[in-house]
């Protein structure tokens, strides 16, 4: 396998970036990967690109897209100011899973949280996704707090 290479997404990553979250059972239900794609995926693309507090990640080899997560800063009161670095909407494509790439895209988005001086990197995930409970797991990450939320739409 050639080099894997991590990197901010670029506007025209946008497609792959959604082909990735509509791939799977649950982001099938809540993505639209059509042609041309919804503009509600550019306008956020654009407030998330103009923010320096959101990283949209990209994991590419030979130019291909094939991994993306979305890395945010909190900066909070708690812990004496502390910074919070959040990891949303990992995903690798199919034909590259289990070679190792969401780990390294992992562990370099959690330098990228240390080079920001974040004390924690906190996510979450389905709790269908035991697959992930298990990745996860193998990089550290524990299971802390009961995560809720509230559906608006």
């Known amino acids: 396998m050639n080099e894997v290479n991590f990197r901010l997404a670029r506007h025209d990553d946008l497609p792959s970036i959604v082909r990735l979250l509509a791939d799977d059972e649950l982001g099938s239900q809540r993505e639209r990967y059509e042609d ?52 949303e909407s990992v995903r690798v494509d199919r034909k590259y899973q289990s070679q190792g790439i969401g780990g390294k895209m992992m562990k370099w988005t959690i330098e990228r949280a240390k080079a920001r001086d974040a004390h924690l990197v906190q996510l979450t995930t389905h709790h269908s996704r035991e697959d992930s409970h298990r990745f996860y797991q193998r990089l550290g990450f524990k299971g802390s707090h009961l995560g809720m939320k509230l559906n608006l739409k």
Do not use: C, K, W
Not at 54 to 80: C, K, N, R, W, Y
């Open 36 to 87: 041309p794609l919804p503009d509600s995926y550019f306008n956020a693309f654009e407030q998330i690109d103009i923010d320096p507090n959101h990283e949209l990640i990209v994991a590419e080899i030979d130019g291909e897209v094939i991994g993306t997560l979305h890395l945010t800063f909190l900066p909070s009161i708690s812990f004496q100011g502390g910074m919070r670095a959040q990891i």
